[in-house]
């Protein structure tokens, strides 16, 4: 196989410590000494190609850093999780060929990490409650140059009779949502698949007001965890990763470093879904298609040798720079 054409050269240091830990990660302490990327679908469905690629993406670059390789299971939103779902998608990741270290986690029994998260803002003053309806955000006045969808900062500055008014006028099973008092309007990162990217801060919610936890905050919690320093995921997330990096930033975490990669989209170039028809492994097997040849057409999406059927034959083939065209029609 062939190796990174960047890989340092053997150590000959007779030790077995890594000369150049990554940042935050410190040798001696950390179970994760060479960092981790990760996969973390959130089980709302079957897995489809798109979804199978970027995973391949991600396990590919870890792998060729040398780094572990983590799952998670972004089951937060119990309500809407199906059952039997997310042990599928973990099926069909091991079936085209990933492999990954330590146990899975399983978002949904992390309650107590995430309030202790929160609860470390809340002791510093970065937390309030906000009691606001989506349509009140929606139809919220807003600063000029504030992009849809941006908490317009309503809560931020209620004073403690308008609390009490309002948190007792929310409807039956709210609570009131948790805020971050986020301490920038924007932030740029450093995407190794787009370069540069300056996105808005807000003040984001880290506990919604059905009381489940909110993704940007666990998201963060939770690579932090698992010692993920290489986050690769589709770059319809890149737009809340300034909001995420913010966050580490506040709670002391060291930002990864990410990589947003295109998106598989059908023939119309929309982003790929389960409605295009034959797209998760379920369906292609029901057609007939094995799921060798599902992996033959990832790999060749990817500019894989001809005819390999294996995720391996895309090791040392991958940047993050080289995925930034890499967008892929499912026809
Ligand atoms: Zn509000």
Redesign the pocket.
């Known amino acids: 196989m062939t190796s990174p054409s960047d890989a340092a050269p053997a150590s000959t240091r007779p030790d077995t410590q890594p000369a150049d830990p990554r940042p935050g990660v410190s040798p001696s302490s950390s179970p994760h000494p060479t960092g981790a990327g990760r996969y973390a679908p959130s089980p709302s469905g079957d897995l489809h190609l798109g979804n199978l690629r970027t995973a391949v993406i991600a396990w590919v670059l870890a792998r060729d850093s040398g780094r572990e390789f983590r799952m998670r299971v972004d089951d937060l939103d119990t309500a809407r999780a199906r059952p039997g779902v997310a042990e599928r998608q973990l099926a069909d990741l091991a079936a085209i060929g990933l492999d990954w270290d330590g146990e899975t986690m399983w978002q949904s029994e992390r309650s107590p990490v995430y309030a202790a998260a929160t609860d470390r803002l809340a002791d510093r003053g970065l937390v309030y409650e906000?009691?606001?309806s989506r349509r009140?955000?929606a139809e919220a006045p807003r600063a000029p140059h504030s992009p849809p969808g941006a908490?317009p900062g309503?809560?931020r500055d209620l004073p403690d009779a308008e609390r009490e008014r309002r948190r007792k006028s929310l409807g039956p099973g709210r609570v009131p949502?948790l805020?971050l008092r986020a301490e920038a309007d924007e932030l740029t990162i450093d995407d190794l698949t787009h370069g540069p990217y300056t996105g808005v801060v807000d003040d984001v919610v880290l506990r919604r007001g059905d009381g489940v936890w909110a993704y940007n905050l666990a998201v963060v919690v939770d690579d932090s965890a698992q010692g993920v320093d290489q986050v690769v995921r589709g770059e319809d997330l890149l737009s809340s990763t300034p909001r995420q990096a913010h966050l580490a930033g506040l709670l002391g975490i060291a930002r990864p470093e990410y990589a947003h990669v295109p998106l598989a989209v059908n023939a119309s170039g929309d982003r790929l879904a389960k409605r295009d028809g034959a797209v998760t492994l379920a369906d292609l097997a029901e057609e007939g298609t094995t799921t060798r040849s599902a992996v033959a057409r990832i790999v060749a999406s990817l500019g894989g040798p001809d005819g390999a059927d294996s995720i391996d034959a895309l090791r040392g083939r991958l940047t993050p720079a080289s995925l930034r065209d890499s967008r892929w029609t499912v026809a």
């Open positions: 906000c009691y606001c009140e955000i908490y309503t809560c949502a805020r």
